[in-house]
């Protein structure tokens, strides 16, 4: 009988009415027994009751704001009338904008209220994983001092730490800055958002600047405080951009300040120690409006770098770091030239480095000689000597400069790829051939930098980052490397979880000195996780690539409907930024419950090179979304999702692309989450008042182009919202954002409500009888078939989020409960089975825990913060970690014979598939599967993830939101608990793609060892009953 009914669903359905008539049967001959019985069926009643409230299924959703409508009617440069009913939301002094968003918010956490469990299990979920004993890598000074950081269990923000390096070890650690501490303090304990955005030490690391930023808008206060004393000194410096640099001496350092209304970084200061601040003095200032300014100091420590730069043009000047001439003023390597950018580094303050693009794609790097202090104005292009040409398929994203080694990291068909190059003769211990070089060295000229090997890598789908995680020990390290032969980076990929490691560029070993730690029950085994790297075909024709990653025992290839995996699909696509490949702790509870992560390589970013980036900018952006939608569909018909497990994901500009995609196409997905969007693009970018506007122009497009404005005009996300069956859809954006305005979401959300109905009731997702999603017709009046949530939350942020480690963890586990909800995942992560789940002794409350059954006792253990039962345990302080069972789905056995038998679990009771068969996935059923860029997996501000600075910049941040972990327990009772036997019991029938498989005694279905499909006559009816009574 078990056989049978484990071959398919349908062999049970056809079982269901003998079932009920013997039910029947039992309670009339042994009515004694009916407690017993109900307690069976009510555990599946139940569960497929809580289920459905976790995943928001036919609950009624309480009313949605009402924004009015009060048409700005406006004729524009192209003479069109447009028509703008919300452009009122742009007033943050309103009272009645600042209410709207009010009850957006409220309306937000209402609608989610049904996931409060599930919220507070995937925050518990994430603290179990953090490491109580995480610390950056060192960095050990000359002077014996090692400087780290770290976090504490129960501290929102980090601890800033040294120790004395002695013989014997270190000594006694001092914590010399607690942002806590800073966060705590009368300046910023009323602020709404906090964060340490900066930190610099002086050449002789007695003198530490910090910036702080108290509202999110990326405008810092820099503190300075003396190290040795503790003290903080008088100086202070308002309003500056997030770079600072110190002077050679130590007694002057560099500052970027920002111009009010555009917020761009346009003017150089230098401001001396001890001295007020309104005697510093202006060393540059950029006019144009079209750039702004960036500042570094050379990894030498020879110069101040300073970086003016547009969106395709840019020019360095430079200053002396140990000049103290008051007349001493930055000069230009090279002057700006249109559509010519570049960078410079200094090899001993002899040479300069230049990566430029100049007449190429690509990239390009020379050699020039860096001018003498007082030395007259020199052509330096003239001077300069090619060190690697330019290639048209490997592009060259940055560099580094030591002593005897210049280090370049190029990236090629979406590859990144270390090239070591030798400056000077390296020790005896250089003695090893040089391996073969990949392709990307073809084109490599011979001369003076022809002797070089590139750094191998074992895995095919990573990450490279050159430099440290930490930005402190980042910048720490630039000051003891460049005399070192040692390169330090950073190593991730989907399923590695971060390293920082030291490659000896002679010996060509590498030391790991740091390495994330995954803490928590089960054990991190990358092993369990396959990442791959797949190609989808454009519509025209172009390969698209994408990086996928998936739990190998919940990945069921082939799904259709319901029965597929949840996958969730994330890209950027613009301003050349790549979205690399990188582990997420947070995404390990979408893996778990069978999610499948995709990152989609598509043209606007430069993971194929600058040409991929062309391709996808101004009047080519349309190519963004259409390789978008070309990814989404190769996911689905390769059997890996479906539409109706299927949500979308991009932040910042990459909400541009998540409001076009949906706009496009909503038959194909069934969720949309996107953070701080960018999303009124031709209203925005006609608007040069609206900070960063003009510096855009060279990315989007200036609209006042007519060519511009009518592209624009077809894939403006705010423009083109229409009546038509939307995805399910949360939109997060921070009122002090100051790289995309509050009223972009704000706007967006109120246009896209006055097409949603007021009310409606959650149900899954319409499809055809083939799976396949139906199609929209454009021409539809209203919305009255539309079923699904628009959820909107603006909080007192910036473009960030919440910057505290347990804020960002519950805004992140809202976002996760919004995606399992409304793509039916499973609720409960799924622990692989191992030995020990399959003989650990069952009782009522595990069993239900091993099946994935979020039951109302779960539900008041969640609530009550203790187990009942045993097995789940969540403390009553929620920043304590949450200690889980092993939840695999194992068989069991029931004895014959007895009404209420010894259940015991049966070893190998689902046995893992292949790829491609078909007919297993493992998620379907609650508590069998389960990152995100929420990147964004899902990754903080544009210049600390190593992207070009823009106003649209992405953050490794993945999560804004704020998740709601209380409810009453009343919420979530049963409508069964009161329901007596003989009222018409009745349970759902679920798909499920497995089938947990019973075994009995060999009283079964079976006839001469082979399956046979039970007949309908007596002695079948017989068997069916005894299968029933032993269940029960």
């Known amino acids: 009988m078990d056989l049978f009914i484990s071959q398919s669903a349908d062999n049970l359905l056809s079982l269901l009415p003998d079932m009920t008539e013997s039910i029947r049967q039992l309670l009339v001959h042994y009515p004694e027994i009916y407690l017993g019985v109900w307690e069976k069926l009510r555990l599946i009643l139940e569960e497929a009751e809580t289920r459905d409230k976790l995943h928001g299924r036919n609950i009624e959703l309480p009313s949605p704001p009402v924004c009015a409508a009060k048409p700005d009617v406006k004729v524009n440069v192209h003479g069109d009338e447009v028509v703008d009913n919300y452009s009122w939301l742009k007033d943050r002094e309103n009272p009645e904008v600042l209410k709207y968003i009010e009850d957006e918010n409220q309306y937000a956490i209402a609608a989610l209220s049904h996931t409060e469990p599930l919220q507070k299990l995937l925050y518990n979920e994430f603290v179990s994983r953090l490491d109580a004993d995480e610390e950056s890598a060192r960095v050990t000074l000359p002077d014996g001092w090692s400087y780290y950081s770290k976090s504490q269990v129960g501290l929102e923000y980090r601890l800033h730490c040294r120790a004395l390096l002695k013989p014997h070890g270190f000594d006694e650690e001092q914590i010399y800055l607690d942002e806590n501490e800073i966060a705590q303090s009368p300046e910023y304990e009323y602020s709404t958002f906090f964060r340490v955005g900066f930190l610099r030490h002086s050449p002789d690391c007695r003198i530490l600047a910090y910036g702080v ?141 230049v990566l430029t693009n100049e007449n190429s794609k690509n990239n390009w790097l020379f050699r020039t000689p860096a001018p003498k202090r007082h030395s007259p104005p020199v052509d330096l292009a003239s001077l300069r000597e090619k060190v690697i040409p330019h290639r048209d398929f490997v592009l060259i994203e940055d560099f580094q400069v ?113 390495t994330e730690n995954i803490a928590g ?58 979205t690399d490949p990188v582990f997420s702790t947070q995404r390990l509870s979408l893996l778990d419950r069978g999610f499948i992560y ?187 078939g539309d079923d699904r949530m628009l959820l909107l939350r603006i909080e007192e942020v910036g473009h ?43 009782t009522p409350s595990t069993i239900r825990r091993k099946r994935g059954y979020f039951t109302n006792e779960l539900l008041n253990e969640l609530e009550s913060g203790g187990p009942q039962g045993g097995g789940l345990g969540i403390e009553s302080d929620h920043r304590q970690p949450f200690i889980s069972v092993s939840r695999a789905a194992p068989s069991i056995s029931i004895a014959s014979g007895s009404a209420g038998g010894t259940i015991t679990p049966v070893a190998g009771s689902v046995p893992p598939l292949a790829r491609g068969v078909g007919a297993f996935t493992v998620g379907s059923r609650v508590g069998s599967r389960g990152g995100s860029a929420l990147n964004s997996g899902l990754n903080s501000g544009r210049s600390s993830a190593g992207l070009p600075s823009s106003s649209r910049g992405d953050s490794p941040k993945q999560g804004q939101g704020q998740g709601q972990g209380q409810g009453p327990q009343s919420k979530f009772k049963s ?58």
Request: glycine share 8%; net charge negative; with cysteine.
């Open 213 to 353: 930023d108290g509202l999110g808008n990326e405008q810092f206060t820099t503190f300075f405080k003396d190290l040795e004393t503790g003290e903080l000194l008088q100086d202070r410096l308002s309003n500056i951009y997030e770079n600072l640099e110190f002077s050679s001496c130590g007694r002057y350092v560099y500052y970027l300040t920002l111009e009010p209304g555009t917020e761009r970084a346009n003017k150089l200061y230098r401001h001396m120690l001890g001295t007020s601040v309104e005697q510093d003095k202006v060393l540059f200032e950029e006019k144009d409006e079209m750039f702004c300014l960036t500042m570094t100091k050379s990894g030498d420590g020879k110069f101040i770098l300073i970086n003016s730069a547009a969106q395709v043009t840019s020019e360095t000047l430079f200053l002396h770091a140990d000049a103290e001439e008051d007349d001493a003023l930055p000069r230009v390597i090279m002057p700006r030239k249109e559509g010519v950018t570049y960078s410079a580094e200094s090899h001993d303050g002899k040479y300069f480095f």
């Open 402 to 514: 030591r002593r005897r080694h210049l280090v370049v990291f190029e990236r090629s068909n979406c590859h990144q790829n270390v090239r070591v190059i030798e400056l000077a003769p390296a020790s005896d211990l250089y003695h090893e051939s040089r391996p073969e070089a990949p392709p990307c060295s073809v084109g490599l000229e011979p001369g003076p930098f022809d002797k070089y090997h590139y750094v191998s890598f074992s895995e095919t789908v990573y990450s490279l980052l050159p430099e440290s995680i930490n930005e402190e020990v980042s910048n720490l390290s630039k000051m003891t490397l460049f005399d070192t032969n040692v390169l330090r980076f950073t190593y991730s990929s989907l399923v590695q979880p971060r390293q920082v490691i030291d490659y000896n560029m002679d010996t060509r070993e590498s030391f790991i000195v740091h």
């Open 521 to 578: 029950s089960p054990e991190y085994d990358a092993s369990n996780y396959e990442q791959l790297r797949l190609f989808s075909t454009g519509l025209d024709g172009t390969a698209v690539p994408m990086s996928i990653v998936f739990r190998k025992d919940l990945i069921g290839h082939g799904g259709q409907g319901l029965d597929a995996n949840p996958c969730l699909l994330y890209t950027y696509g613009a301003y050349g930024s790549c």
């Open 598 to 784: 995709a990152i989609a390589h598509v043209r606007g970013g430069s993971d194929m090179g600058m040409g991929w980036y062309e391709e996808g900018k101004l009047a080519k952006k349309p190519n963004t979304f259409l390789d978008v939608i070309s990814c989404a569909e190769y996911l689905i018909k390769e059997g890996y999702t479906s539409p109706e497990k299927l949500a979308v994901y991009g932040r910042s500009a990459g909400g541009l692309m998540v409001g076009a995609v949906v706009n496009m196409r909503p038959d194909l997905f069934r969720t949309a989450l996107t953070e701080v969007p960018f999303v009124d693009a031709v209203n925005t970018m006609l608007d040069s008042s609206i900070p960063w506007t003009a510096f855009e122009w060279e990315e989007w497009g200036n609209p006042a182009d007519p060519e511009i404005y009518q592209i624009m005009k077809h894939y403006c996300p705010y423009t083109n919202v229409k009546p038509q069956k939307y995805p399910n859809m949360l939109v997060l954006g921070g009122m002090n954002d100051p790289r995309v305005a509050f009223f972009e979401p704000l706007k967006w959300v109120a246009k896209l409500r006055s097409c949603w109905p007021a009310k409606s009731t959650t149900s899954p997702h319409s499809t055809d009888n083939d799976g396949v999603p139906k199609s929209q017709d454009d021409g539809e009046e209203g919305c009255s």
């Open 800 to 842: 960030g989020g919440s910057s505290g480690q347990y804020a960002y963890l519950e805004d992140l586990a809202f976002e996760y409960a919004f995606l399992i909800s409304t793509l039916q995942a499973p609720v409960f992560r799924i622990d692989k089975e191992d030995e020990t789940s399959r003989s650990e002794p069952l």
């Open 975 to 1032: 409508r069964f608990d009161e329901l007596k036997v003989g009222e018409g019991l009745a349970a759902s029938h679920n798909r499920r793609r497995s089938t947990t498989l019973l075994e009995f005694s060999e009283k079964g279905s079976k006839q001469g060892g082979k399956l046979a499909p039970p007949s309908q006559g007596p002695r079948s009816q017989n068997k069916l009953s005894e299968w029933i009574a032993n269940f029960f």
